[in-house]
Structure formats: C-alpha cells, structure tokens
T-cell receptor, first 113, second 109 residues
Framework: GAGVSQSPSNKVTEKGKDVELRCDPI?????LYWYRQSLGQGLEFLIY????????KSGLPSDRFSAERTGGSVSTLTIQRTQQEDSAVYLC???????????FGQGTRLTVV | RKEVEQDPGPFNVPEGATVAFNCTYS??????FFWYRQDCRKEPKLLMS???SGNEDGRFTAQLNRASQYISLLIRDSKLSDSATYLC??????????FGKGTSLLVTP
C-alpha cells in the first residue's frame, strides 16, 4: 500500500517485558515521527527523524524508550521494561520533508498487563 | 502559553449549522499549520493545510491570524458525518509537529 504501515496493530505484554513497534513510512518521505496517545488524550510527541540529521528525542518520556531509523526508511520504537503507564496507542507519521503535511499509520495499541 | 491550545468542547450543533473552532499557538516563527480530523479509535487524517492567510475546501475554511497567533476552522452546513475530534498542528521550532488536544464536535439530527 501507499500509506504508513505500522505493526503490530495490537500488542499485549506483561509488565517488565521489552516491546518493539515497527513503522514503515511512505516511500520517499524523509521525515518520520512517533507520537503516543493515551485514552481520551491528545497526541504526545516522542521523537522525530529528518533525513540523516540527528533525531529530536526531546519527547521521549524516559530512558526506557528508544527509537532507530535504519537506512532512512523503516523505524522501530523500543520500550524496555514496560510499565502499565506505557499502555497507549503509539502512532507513527511521515512527511515528505519538514514543515509539510504528516500522514499517520493506523497505530499500535499497546496494553501492558 | 502552551505551544498549541484548543477549546476541548464538546461542540454540539444541529445538522446544517455553521461551527468554528480556534487554535492558538506560541511559536511566532511557524509558517505552516494543519487541521486534522480524528474519528474515535482511528488515526488522525489530514483535513487542511494552511501556508498563507487561509485555505478553503468545500464546506471547510481555515484562516490564519498571524498577529494574534491563531488559526480557525469553519465548517458550514454541518453533516452528521462531520462528528469527530478536530486537531490543530503547528511545527515546533520548524520541525516536528505539535498537536493541540483537539476539539470534539457532535452534529445532531
């Protein structure tokens, strides 16, 4: 498909386990974003990748969170030692370049039990 | 001032009504602005982009007021299908988008 693809769509994990969430952006888009949305809340910025520049990690809530973007394309968001407060929908978006429209994937719904 | 602020609503309007939402932003250097629509348990979808004074697409009009640092979204002739949460987005320092918490709209028969 031509849109942003995220996997898995749903993930249930036990507290303390590590999880990896994957995002495949729209081909040719140089900018990639990760956001988190808790139930009934707004979008919380996590991290931003733009081309080969150093990522903007200023939104990561703790050092348990990390993200990589390999080859300027696919990105993985890793959460180590998951906690119940990590339960949320994790949304990935990409845009052609900075300051242009961002398009979202369908999200990964993470539940930590 | 928070980076992007929106009135959370909810706005309850009858079909056919005109409704307007405002979004204020703090980064005066921002050059581009976006309105997204988010349906319950779905991802946000781009509704409109604003790069200059405003933009119009059918029943939807977005206007930018740089002096007062706000953008507005006007929906004319509301439809039941317009019921959703409307998110305003503004680049933070020219890079990643900052989103408001959204304004909830419910259009009733």
């Amino acid at each position: 498909g031509a849109g942003v693809s995220q996997s898995p769509s749903n993930k249930v994990t036990e507290k303390g386990k590590d999880v990896e969430l994957r995002c495949d952006p729209i081909s040719g888009h140089t900018a990639l974003y990760w956001y988190r949305q808790s139930l009934g809340q707004g979008l919380e910025f996590l991290i931003y990748f733009q081309g080969n520049s150093a990522p903007d990690k200023s939104g990561l809530p703790s050092d348990r969170f990390s993200a990589e973007r390999t080859g300027g394309s696919v990105s993985t968001l890793t959460i180590q030692r998951t906690q119940q407060e990590d339960s949320a929908v994790y949304l990935c978006a990409s845009s052609r370049t900075m300051n242009t429209e961002a398009f979202f994937g369908q999200g990964t719904r993470l539940t930590v039990v | 001032r928070k980076e992007v602020e929106q009135d959370p609503g909810p706005f309850n309007v009858p079909e056919g009504a005109t409704v307007a939402f405002n979004c204020t932003y703090s980064n005066s250097a921002s050059q581009s602005f976006f309105w997204y629509r988010q349906d319950c348990r779905k991802e946000p979808k781009l509704l409109m982009s604003v790069y200059s004074s405003g933009n119009e697409d059918g029943r939807f009009t977005a206007q930018l007021n740089r002096a007062s640092q706000y953008i507005s979204l006007l929906i004319r002739d509301s439809k039941l299908s317009d019921s959703a949460t409307y998110l305003c987005a503004v680049p933070r320092g020219g890079y990643a988008l900052n989103f408001g918490k959204g304004t909830s709209l419910l259009v009733t028969p």
